[in-house]
């Protein structure tokens, strides 16, 4: 990962953007526009950044590009209108069924934009009662909603075409973050009910933003997390007056103190200078941050995930072993499988097939990720 001059300029238009300046010409690649279009799409940030661009002069970005910006921004925008009628409709179901809901991430932060539509969506987490979750199955398969995935994770998965993704959580978090899920396993008490009649609940704006950074944090360490995460935590912090003392209080008992001071540094760093505050500008872990962001994309990619499960492994004697961590990848059979093969995990015995299955997936259906995750293993020291 090296950084390049179309990161430093998607940074630069997301800071006119969000600021709302003019972009000027001697701060932006002009051989870079095309590249910048298409980072701006790949980070989900293309409604904004066209926000900087419309007030460009034509000398600062070219007549074609604005052109193709405005285009892509328009399909972005069509998504996420449809996007919000379409959970309007969902929401009502769950009211006239008189089932509790919370309304969870991009569903809140898209408000504190300066238009509601600018923030864009790949899909809608909703936190429902886990006792509920047959119910909510139910409904949405009646409603026209196709479950994809149901009782694998802490989520369950609902699609209908063309593009309408929900994600209805059981739980905030998985077995694989036990001490977040633990904090959560009596969410009911952080929620205040939205109205009298109705069946909407949320979070405090502080518990929000708790729950918000954690499940930025999780994306982050694992497969990475795109420039719109810094986005959302500049724009929710400059607006909200937070309780400072609640919040350090309870991320330092999650145990993520220091990550969440170093994102808001870095988000304030970037976004909330009198004067644009650049890449060179920045100290070494912020670099070293701002680079794996820009380069993951909106939700990160499989090369990251790749290098940060290199990164995590240690052999018995407590160095990195690539050999070592290829046998963990291949054989060993973790309680996260449980998930995916939950009749083969069932008996010990038949533990052993789910090797051989996940060997001819990844030679067959899956060689692209194998092919990523080797390169990766190559480039590793």
């Known amino acids: 990962m090296e950084w390049n001059d179309s990161y430093g300029d998607i940074v630069y238009l997301l800071w006119c953007a969000l600021n709302n300046k003019t972009p000027q010409k001697n701060m932006l690649h002009e051989k870079e526009q095309k590249n910048l279009l298409d980072l701006c799409i790949s980070h989900k940030m293309i409604i904004t950044a066209d926000h900087a661009v419309s007030m460009a002069d034509d000398s600062v970005i070219s007549p074609d590009i604005k052109i193709e910006f405005k285009k892509a921004a328009m399909r972005a925008l069509r998504i996420n209108v449809l996007f919000e009628q379409d959970k309007e409709n969902v929401v009502n179901v769950l009211e006239e069924n008189n089932i509790r809901y919370v309304l969870l991430k991009g569903c809140i932060i898209k408000d504190y934009y300066k238009y509601p539509c600018q923030r864009e969506m790949g899909d809608i987490d909703i936190l429902i009662p886990m006792s509920e979750a047959e119910n909510v199955r139910d409904i949405m398969e009646k409603s026209g909603y196709k479950c994809e995935k ?63 950074f954690l499940h930025g944090l999780k994306h982050f360490k694992s497969c990475g997390i795109g ?28 145990g993520v103190l220091s990550e969440e001071k170093n994102f808001r540094k870095l988000a304030f760093h970037i976004f909330d200078e009198e004067k644009f505050c650049g890449y060179d500008d920045l100290g070494i872990e912020e670099k070293e941050m701002l680079l794996k962001i820009m380069y993951a994309g909106a939700y990160g990619n499989k090369e990251i995930k790749t290098l940060s499960m290199i990164n995590s492994y240690y052999d018995s004697k407590g160095k990195k072993s690539k050999f070592g961590y290829m046998m963990q990848r291949i054989f060993c059979i973790t309680p996260k499988y449980k998930r995916n093969y939950p009749k083969l995990y069932k008996f010990v015995l038949t533990r052993p097939v789910i090797v051989f299955i996940r060997i001819f997936d990844l030679l067959t259906k899956r060689r692209k990720v194998l092919k990523i995750e080797l390169d990766v293993l190559k480039k590793t020291k």
């Open 227 to 254: 420039i719109r995460f810094l986005a959302d935590i500049y724009l929710y912090l400059k607006i909200e007056n937070l309780n400072e003392e609640y919040i350090y209080k309870e991320f330092e008992k999650l």
């Open 150 to 212: 149901f009782g694998i994770n802490h989520h369950d998965e609902y699609f209908k075409k063309p593009f309408f993704e929900y994600e209805m959580h059981r739980t905030l978090f998985s077995d694989d973050h036990k001490q977040w899920k633990i904090y959560y396993e009596n969410v009911e008490d952080r929620l205040i009910k939205c109205s009298k009649d109705g069946y909407e609940y949320k979070f405090s704006k502080e518990d929000f933003y708790i729950y918000f």
